[in-house]
């Protein structure tokens, strides 16, 4: 990263993210919002990150959300449909959709959660 303050204010790279463990899941880290309301308040933006075996338990939300898959290998379930997720693949998850990640690879499972409208439930 640059010494420049811009950069520290607009460019994040993956040294500068902060990891904090929840209580949300198994193995199941997020970092500090990347995007929150002192950028915009159309939407917020976190990356989470799932060790070997990790994942959530089914859950809904009352936002919308999405997410695009950095690494790892994961299934995805919303509703009753499955699928087997790999790095690249971008995922949208409407307001009270039943869902849930489970990381099923060897290594850590990271991805870009996007939340709409902004992410405010108080998790870091």
Same mark, same amino acid.
């Given at each position: 990263m640059s010494d420049s303050n811009a950069a520290t204010t607009y460019v994040i790279t993956p040294e500068d993210i902060v990891w904090h463990k929840t209580e949300l899941g198994r193995?199941?880290?997020?970092s500090q919002d990347l995007?929150?309301?002192d950028y915009?308040?159309?939407f917020s933006a976190q990356v989470t990150r799932f060790g070997p075996g990790g994942?959530?338990?089914?859950?809904?939300h009352t936002?919308?959300?999405?997410?695009y898959f950095l690494s790892g290998t994961c299934s995805v379930q919303i509703?009753?449909? !499955?699928?087997?997720?790999v790095p690249g693949t971008f995922v949208k998850v409407p307001a009270h959709a039943q869902h849930r990640v !489970?990381?099923?690879?060897s290594e850590d499972l990271v991805f870009l959660v996007i939340y709409d409208p902004p992410h405010s439930d108080g998790t870091p």
């Open positions: 193995e199941f880290w997020l995007v929150a309301t915009t308040s159309r994942g959530s338990p089914p859950h809904s936002y919308n959300h999405a997410f509703g009753e449909q !499955t699928w087997h997720i !489970t990381n099923t690879g």
